[in-house]
């Protein structure tokens, strides 16, 4: 099994230190594939940056406007209250998404059978005119244009498994019938109200022609690795039998790890590889094996890095991963099946 590997080491230079999207994050990553061995036995590629061209695929061009005047900043500047910039980030934003559109590349053309870029900042909240939410370029959306634009693929999922939801990739496909999107996450904080980004509605199923080509799947606190490993078997695979894609991205996020700051969702690592291994036996069954995996959030550095070296070990075929922080310290969890029943309802599954 050949498991093209994407990052830059440039991605550092995207930080601010009291902010939970700091350059800590990408340093874990690397440290964690570097002492399980797994980054020499992956497949290294060169990241090019995005082109102006690739980042209208999916982003406006007042939005391309803008990004062009940031890139002239002399300090570091918010775009909102959540999302930072530096004089350097622009530029490590174009790497980031260069660095998804190359792991498509090594799928599509035949030199890896699957891949994972370890990227920064992360891009899912991105929207099509403005950034969001620590993401500055919608990178998995960029990469999904680019196997459609320059392969010819004709049917792409991406599963969203962040703890928050992709409110941007779904802009960009939310008409679009050629992308399926599923996103689970967090749809209410502990006191009852609505979770960041406060988009990803059930009822929210997309519109025109893609009405049917997004499916959210919004989560109450406390859900853990049963209730995920249900809305898999009975809501994603069923939909993903259904779609037929000829590649899947995947937005892996580790943010609703039990140990995560910002979150309250209670997946295991066990129960992360858990997904992952059910999304690579998908791609095996419907698209030959064609599976990226992009990372996006994850805010307890220990839960972050061995998420992702986990991802690698399964790409690469091991049987085993690792789970040195064991399972969250409450078991219980709210009834799933009440979910089901009204995803599969509203989606015909």
């Known amino acids: ?55 209208l695929s999916v982003h406006t061009p007042e939005y391309l406007t803008l990004l062009k005047r940031l890139e002239h900043l002399t300090s570091t500047a918010r775009i909102d209250s959540d999302t930072y910039v530096t004089p350097t980030s622009v530029e ?51 990469a999904a244009r680019h196997a459609q634009r320059a392969y010819g693929v004709e049917r792409v999922m991406i599963l969203d498994y962040d703890v928050h939801h992709g409110n941007g990739t779904e802009a960009m496909f939310y008409d679009d019938p050629s992308v399926l999107f599923i996103s689970l996450h967090q749809g209410k904080n502990s006191f009852g109200g609505r979770f960041y980004p406060g988009t990803g509605m059930i009822q929210d199923i997309g519109k025109g ?58 997946l295991s690592l066990t129960g ?25 959030g994850g805010y307890n550095l220990d839960a972050l890095s061995h998420g992702v070296a986990n991802i690698a070990r399964l790409l690469l075929g091991d ?14 969890s709210p009834d799933i099946a009440p979910v089901i029943k009204q995803l599969r309802a509203l989606h015909t599954l």
């Open 92 to 142: 490590v934003a174009r790497y980031a998404a260069g660095a998804a559109v190359g792991c498509v590349d090594a799928v599509l053309s035949g030199r890896a059978d699957n891949a994972l870029a370890a990227v920064r900042p992360p891009g899912h909240h991105a929207e099509p005119g403005t950034a969001m939410g620590f993401c500055l370029l919608g990178n998995i959306a960029i």
């Open 272 to 296: 992360y590889a858990a997904l992952t291994q059910t999304l690579i036996q998908l791609a095996q069954e419907l698209c030959s094996g064609r599976i990226v995996f992009v990372m996006e």
């Open 1 to 55: 099994m050949t498991t093209a590997y994407t990052t830059h080491a440039r991605f550092p230079e995207h930080d601010l230190p009291s902010h939970p999207e700091h350059a800590g994050r990408i340093r874990a990553v690397w440290q964690a594939l570097d002492q399980a061995g797994l980054t020499q036995r992956m497949q290294t590629g060169t990241v090019e940056q995005v082109t102006d061209e690739q980042i």
């Open 209 to 266: 022609k893609g009405i049917g080509s997004t499916i959210n799947i919004p989560l109450s606190p406390g859900h853990g690795d049963a209730s995920y490993a249900a809305l898999f078997e009975q809501v994603v695979i069923p939909a993903a039998q259904r779609f037929r894609p000829q590649l899947i991205l995947v937005s892996a996020g580790f943010d609703a790890h039990w140990l995560d700051p910002l979150a309250g969702i209670r």
């Open 319 to 332: 049987a085993n991963i690792a789970d040195p922080l064991g399972m969250p310290t409450r078991s219980d």
